[in-house]
C-alpha cells in the first residue's frame, strides 16, 4: 500500500463537547488538500456522526476514549478511522440499516445512513464488549494542489 503524504492520531474523552473539537480537528487536517467546500462540508457530517455515535451508544452510561486516525494520499484519498472501546456492536447490519437505533426516541437512527451517504466507502468493524471501528474514505477532487507541497 502506498505511503499516506501526512497522517494523524488523535485521542480524546467521550465528552459531548468534543465532538465539535473532532469535526473542526478533522477539517483543519484535510485543508492541506485544499478540498472544494463541498467535500469538506461532507467529511465534516460524517465525522460528527461517527464521534456522536460513540458518545451516545459505546459509552452510554460512561466516559470512555474515542480516537481518530487520518491519513491523506498523493491521489486525493482520505482515510478517516474512528475507534472506541466501548460496549460494541452486537449486530452490525441491523445497527447500519436506517432509522434503527437503540438509542430511544430521541435518536433518528440515521447514523450509518449518514456516514455512508457523505464518503466514498464505509466499513463498520465491532466486537462486543470490546468496541468499534468506523473506516470512512472519501476522494477529495485533484485540482491544482498537485502544484504545492502538502
Known amino acids: 500500500m ?10 480524546f474523552p467521550s465528552r459531548s463537547a468534543n465532538e465539535a473539537f473532532a469535526r473542526s480537528a478533522v477539517a483543519s487536517f484535510l485543508s492541506q488538500l485544499d478540498p472544494a467546500v463541498d467535500e469538506l462540508a461532507d467529511l465534516r457530517t460524517a465525522v ?23 491519513r491523506l494520499y498523493a491521489d486525493g484519498r482520505t482515510v478517516i478511522k474512528i475507534r472506541d472501546r466501548g460496549c460494541g456492536i452486537p449486530d452490525v447490519p441491523q445497527a447500519m440499516e436506517p432509522l434503527f437505533t437503540t438509542g ?29 471501528t468506523v473506516t470512512m474514505e472519501k476522494y477529495i477532487a485533484v485540482r491544482e494542489r498537485q502544484a504545492k507541497a502538502v
Open 2 to 11: 502506498k505511503q499516506p503524504l501526512n497522517e494523524m492520531k488523535l485521542t
Open 104 to 132: 430511544g426516541d430521541d435518536r433518528s437512527g440515521l447514523g450509518f445512513s449518514v456516514m455512508e451517504s457523505f464518503t466514498d466507502r464505509l466499513r463498520v468493524n465491532s466486537k462486543p464488549g470490546r468496541g468499534t
Open 48 to 70: 460528527s456522526e461517527a464521534v456522536t455515535n460513540c458518545i451516545v451508544h459505546a459509552y452510554p452510561d460512561s466516559i470512555g476514549s474515542i480516537t481518530i486516525q487520518m
